[in-house]
């Protein structure tokens, strides 16, 4: 049973995940909506995990990600994407779902590569995410684990 703010995260890395796929790029509205509301959040519920929570996750979220940007290996909307759901899952959670999203991601190029023989295609970040994403929430962050 997904709790606090997953479902949000999911249903943005879902709408994330339509658009990369379609059109190659994630909406910009989407993810500073995902991350005003990830501080909102964090400002009005300090019973949760409060607004240092959140930021620390927000950052867990985007440093990993702006060092794959800079080398070129992602785009300014994955790493604000990747940004938004640190804030709304916190640290430790997004970084079980990045983790998982390298490996789905090598899986979804090597694919790319056996199908087309070249890896020319941009592969969409946002889809192996929302999968990472499901597998994390929906399993516990251990339940995707090998023992």
């Known amino acids: 049973m997904l709790t606090g703010a997953e479902p949000l995260a999911v249903g943005v890395a879902g709408v994330a995940a339509a658009f990369d796929l379609r059109t190659r790029r994630i909406p910009n509205a989407l993810t500073y909506a995902a991350l005003a509301t990830a501080l909102g959040i964090g400002f009005l ?7 240092a929570a959140r930021l620390g996750g927000i950052a867990a979220g985007f440093v990993p990600c702006f060092a794959l940007f800079a080398c070129g290996g992602l785009g300014g909307g994955d790493v604000k994407l990747s940004a938004a759901l640190g804030g709304l899952l916190g640290a430790a959670r997004i970084l079980d779902v990045l983790l998982l999203t390298a490996v789905l991601g090598a899986l979804l190029a090597l694919a790319v590569l056996a199908w087309r023989r070249s890896l020319a295609t941009r592969i969409p970040f946002a889809l192996p995410l929302l999968v990472a994403l499901l597998l994390v929430v929906g ?3 251990d339940a995707w684990r090998l023992p």
């Open 139 to 141: 399993g516990g962050s």
């Open 45 to 51: 519920h300090a019973a949760e995990p409060g607004l």
